[in-house]
């Protein structure tokens, strides 16, 4: 019975390699006769759009149309290719190949080279056709060519969001390389030179951008003093790391310039708050919205995008996401920005939970004591109206770790105030908690001028003729 049950497995385990990859994320790994897969615009084929090289692989959302599967090249470009012909020449597992085996990667085809940029802020696009200008690169910066189209190299640098489409007047061939060497990290693209290094910052967590120019609109990445990383190459001032990010050189010298550049949150009152959203759009979901005054890190900024990152001088959570730069002031005049971050303590003991970079919601928590003092930076934007819940707070402690407070029961409570006034737009019921079923303290009528001690997104603590307490945000006038 036992001997059955191994051949039935291996049965279906050569059968699962034999057919044909199914809808949803799929590996593919081009190995032709030729150059590598043409690709086109439709799924009736339609215009041929280009050619992914011999050796190109990803992960790819494969969804089979008409007899051709879709993929996404970026988050903007969608292609279709057959699947089959792509990968009719790969190496079969067997006995004396093992599937991905060194030998099986040995005999995988390869026509992806590394190219360097050759042209001083050299664009890079989310599309080809020059749509959409995601990053600039300076000269000298490395890429791996994984395909052309028309006048574009299809070329990849770091993950997803480091992927796109560069003229191929910007960028001078190097060397060719092999399947292996274009596919596994370490391998490092086959290049001499490359080097492990420690990060030096000071103690405070460093933003690091998708480009040595400072132009990108993607988001940044973290990196902690003391941290080790590949550098791909070092020019002009700065490093390019295998994972397609870019330091400044004095962060990977002890000896070195460890100050960290800031910008200050402005906006249009100091009530109001700006939203951090989780790409540079309008339309991007906002995850956190940041009070004005706080302080963050501009790893790359594009005329209307930047890339933010805020945590404390000591770590902690890590928030990181897109705002726009006309909420952002630079320099001297930071100082003269309004804050509307506010200083509180915890009136009961509870925890603190940490936020992971791009907002990655994590269960482990901190214990904060009753009296835990800290400011409120922000809130937490996933509040939902319809259930009159009370709000998430984004805060500082005092060590700098950023932590989110759910003030449940108006465990938070404030140490100052910002005084301003503002006026209720209807009437509405003042509670002792920011609940519904909290006991009202009294009604406010409306036109009743209020002081605004700390703003929620559904409910604000308020103080109205020496008497505090808690009303519906919806029903104030914020300036």
């Given at each position: 019975m036992k001997k059955r049950g191994v051949i039935l497995l291996l049965i279906l385990a050569l059968l699962a390699l034999a057919a044909p990859a199914q809808a949803g994320w799929n590996p593919l790994d081009v190995a032709?006769?030729?150059?590598?897969?043409?690709?086109?615009?439709?799924?009736?084929?339609?215009?041929?759009?280009?050619?992914?090289?011999?050796?190109?692989?990803d992960d790819l959302d494969l969804?089979?149309?008409?007899?051709?599967?879709?993929?996404?090249?970026?988050?903007?470009?969608?292609?279709?290719?057959?699947q089959d012909k792509a990968e009719k020449n790969q190496p079969r597992a067997s006995e004396e190949i093992g599937w991905r085996s060194d030998a099986w990667d040995a005999l995988m085809p390869s026509n992806i080279f590394v190219a360097e940029v050759v042209q001083a802020d050299a664009p890079f696009y989310t599309t080809p056709g020059h749509k959409h200008l995601s990053a600039k690169h300076a000269a000298g910066t490395l890429v791996k060519v994984c395909g052309e189209f028309g006048n574009d190299y299809f070329v990849k640098y770091g993950g997803y969001q480091q992927t796109g489409?560069?003229?191929?007047?910007?960028?001078?061939?190097?060397?060719?390389?092999?399947?292996?060497?274009?596919?596994?990290?370490?391998?490092?693209?086959?290049?001499?030179?490359?080097?492990?290094?420690?990060?030096?910052?000071?103690?405070?967590?460093?933003?690091?951008?998708?480009?040595?120019?400072?132009?990108?609109?993607?988001?940044?990445?973290?990196?902690?003093?003391g941290k080790t990383v590949t550098v791909l190459k070092t020019a002009g001032g700065w490093a390019q790391l295998l994972g397609g990010y870019f330091i400044e050189a004095r962060f990977l010298s002890p000896e070195g310039d460890h100050s960290v550049t800031y910008a200050t949150v402005k906006t249009t009152g100091a009530l109001n708050r700006l939203n951090v959203r989780n790409s540079a759009s309008t339309d991007a979901w906002a995850a956190c919205k940041l009070c004005s005054g706080?302080?963050?890190?501009?790893?790359?900024?594009?005329?209307?995008?930047?890339?933010?990152?805020?945590?404390?001088?000591?770590?902690?959570?890590?928030?990181?996401?897109?705002?726009?730069?006309?909420?952002?002031?630079?320099?001297?005049?930071?100082?003269?920005?309004?804050?509307?971050?506010?200083?509180?303590?915890?009136?009961?003991?509870?925890?603190g939970f940490y936020d992971g970079e791009f907002f990655k919601y994590s269960k482990d928590g901190r214990l904060l004591p009753a009296g835990t003092e800290m400011t409120v930076i922000g809130v937490y934007s996933g509040y939902?109206?319809?259930?009159?819940?009370?709000?998430?707070?984004?805060?500082?402690?005092?060590?700098?770790?950023?932590?989110?407070?759910?003030?449940?029961?108006?465990?938070?409570?404030?140490?100052?105030?910002?005084?301003?006034?503002?006026?209720?737009?209807?009437?509405?019921?003042?509670?002792?908690?920011?609940?519904?079923?909290?006991?009202?303290?009294?009604?406010?009528?409306?036109?009743?001028?209020?002081e605004v001690l700390l703003r929620g997104e559904g409910?604000?603590?308020?103080?109205?003729?020496?008497?505090?307490?808690?009303v519906m945000s919806r029903y104030l006038k914020f300036p």
């Open positions: 032709t006769d030729g150059v590598g897969v043409a690709v086109y615009t439709s799924s009736s084929g339609g215009k041929q759009a280009g050619i992914l090289y011999n050796g190109y692989s969804e089979p149309t008409n007899g051709l599967y879709s993929c996404n090249l970026t988050s903007e470009y969608e292609v279709w290719l057959n489409f560069m003229p191929k007047s910007a960028l001078r061939k190097l060397q060719d390389i092999t399947y292996r060497q274009a596919n596994d990290n370490s391998e490092h693209w086959g290049l001499s030179g490359v080097q492990e290094m420690t990060v030096y910052t000071g103690g405070t967590p460093l933003a690091v951008g998708s480009s040595a120019t400072g132009y990108s609109d993607m988001s940044p990445a973290v990196i902690d003093d706080v302080r963050v890190q501009v790893p790359a900024h594009t005329e209307d995008w930047a890339s933010v990152f805020i945590t404390g001088p000591n770590g902690g959570g890590k928030w990181t996401g897109s705002v726009q730069m006309q909420y952002l002031v630079f320099g001297e005049k930071a100082d003269q920005v309004k804050s509307g971050c506010v200083r509180v303590r915890t009136t009961e003991t509870r925890y939902d109206v319809s259930t009159d819940d009370f709000d998430c707070f984004l805060c500082l402690l005092d060590d700098g770790t950023a932590v989110t407070v759910g003030n449940e029961n108006g465990i938070l409570e404030p140490l100052d105030s910002l005084g301003i006034t503002v006026k209720t737009a209807s009437s509405v019921r003042m509670r002792e908690s920011p609940s519904k079923e909290a006991k009202s303290l009294r009604s406010l009528n409306a036109g009743a001028k209020v409910w604000t603590m308020v103080k109205y003729k020496n008497q505090t307490g808690y």
